[in-house]
């Protein structure tokens, strides 16, 4: 059965529980998917329910919320389209990339399987979104990279910049405004002390940039 065939919430659902385990080792909690979808904890555990039910989940009664197989092929498939949607709409349609996360939401859903694969060889099949985000091929494989928060690094490290949360436009706004995108190198300063912030400075600038603990944490990067 194609992921198409699911209902949207399911789709939704699916999406979301493997979004909160793509960059933590944490375990999944209905609670953790409430507060990720804006909804009551107590419409999530009827809807956990029906997902184990229907072979989607895993789940343990007050234990984490587990893909099994099937659900983790299927959110696989959901975030693939994601991914070449915000690819397609910054690339071919204009775009900022603080624009697409939402747009892309609402697409997702629309798409068959056969314009999913087109819609990838248009774009020449690409790895990355253009938040730095690994899209999955169409046979599930996904190519993460070696990288780590940037509030973990320390002071007087060179990284790459390899992903960045895509959910608060106005991070990326201000990020995008620094030069602070995918790819691009950065040295890491000493912050002042006690301050819990991250200084920054971008490689080939003379300007440092703080950021505070909640905007580090959400931007992956890798030695360079």
Known sequence: MSVSELS?????????IWGLSEWSDDPVTATDIAQKSGLRVSSVSDAVRKLTTQGLVSHARYGAVELTEL???YAL???????LLETFLVEHLGYDWDQVHDEAENLEHAMSDFMVERLD?????PSRDPHGDPI?????VLTV??????????????VVV???????????QYLSAQGVVPGVGLVVAEAAPFSDAVQLLVAGGTATITLGRQAAD??????S
């Not at 780590?148 to 320390?154: G, I, K, N, P, Q």
């Not at 390899?162 to 990326?172: K, S």
């Not at 959400?218 to 030695?223: F, T």
């Open 121 to 125: 060889a248009f774009l020449g099949h």
């Open 71 to 73: 659900g983790r092929k």
């Open 218 to 223: 959400a931007l992956h990067v890798s030695r």
């Open 8 to 16: 949207i919430s399911t789709q939704n659902y699916l999406k979301v």
């Open 145 to 158: 990279p070696d990288a780590v928060l940037l509030s973990t690094v320390e002071p007087g490290l060179r």
């Open 162 to 172: 390899e992903r960045i949360n895509d959910e608060d436009p106005e991070l990326l």
């Open 77 to 83: 498939d959901m975030v693939r389209r994601h991914r």
């Open 136 to 140: 999955p091929s169409v046979d599930g």
